[in-house]
């Protein structure tokens, strides 16, 4: 099993939707997780961290479940510039893990 | 602007050669670390460094090799031993601290190809 997994997508939606994204993590003694979003041939850049109340910035919503170790991500009224590759990372010491990513692709 | 500079953007290597790439930051951040992206796969964690003059291996270490004289400046140098190089490294930095608790912050990475 690896250590964080996420769905890869492609996930297509039209403007306005809402998507969620999941991602799982394996080690139960992990204490940190971020969304992070990457534009084609870009870098990664923080979009959220995520806690274990649940947090929410604009239109996302980023919860964590412990429980079942998953993290999720809702984006609402999907914006053209919401497309890109979303990646889960998950703090498994003495490393940070960064999953494969979740592709979207937001439609006209 | 505070920020991570990697230079230079696109890095061409030849065989038997060995290439340093450059990663500098202005955040005053105590915590920095190397990656590398392979198409389809996610990041993974080359060394790191928590404080200047020490640093450890990730994940891959293996054909790398870095230092951290300065607390600003972590290069990478890829060495000939490590036969797949083809990849795109990225650099990051975060405020210090053990145990990879706070966010990192990337460079805007180099993509490096074998000639």
């Known amino acids: 099993r690896k250590e964080v997994e996420q769905d890869p997508g492609p996930f297509n939606v039209p403007e306005g939707a809402t998507v969620a994204f999941n991602c799982t993590y394996s080690?139960?003694?992990?204490?940190?997780f971020f969304w992070y979003r990457q534009d084609c041939r870009k870098e990664p850049k923080l979009l959220m961290s995520v806690y274990s109340s649940g947090n929410e910035d604009g239109r996302f919503t980023a919860q964590l479940n412990r429980a079942s170790q998953y993290i999720s991500l809702l984006i609402r009224d999907s914006k053209l510039s919401d497309s890109a590759t979303y990646l889960c990372v998950v703090n498994i010491n003495p490393s940070m893990r960064f999953g494969a990513g979740t592709r979207l692709t937001v439609k006209p | 602007d505070g920020g991570i500079t990697q230079s230079p953007k696109y890095l061409f290597r030849k065989e038997g050669q060995n290439v340093t790439l450059s990663c500098e930051q202005n955040?005053?951040?105590?915590?920095m670390y190397w990656y590398r992206q392979d198409p389809g796969q996610g990041l993974r964690l080359i060394y790191y460094s928590q404080i200047v003059n020490d640093f450890q291996k990730g994940d891959i270490a293996e054909g790398y090799s870095v230092s951290r004289e300065k607390k600003e400046s972590f290069p990478l140098t890829v060495t000939s031993a490590q036969k797949n190089p083809t990849a795109f490294y990225l650099c990051a930095s975060s405020i210090g601290g053990g145990g990879f608790i706070q966010p990192q912050h990337f460079g805007d990475g180099t993509r490096l190809s074998i000639l």
């Open positions: 080690n139960s003694a992990s204490q940190s």
């Open positions: 955040l005053n951040h105590d915590a």
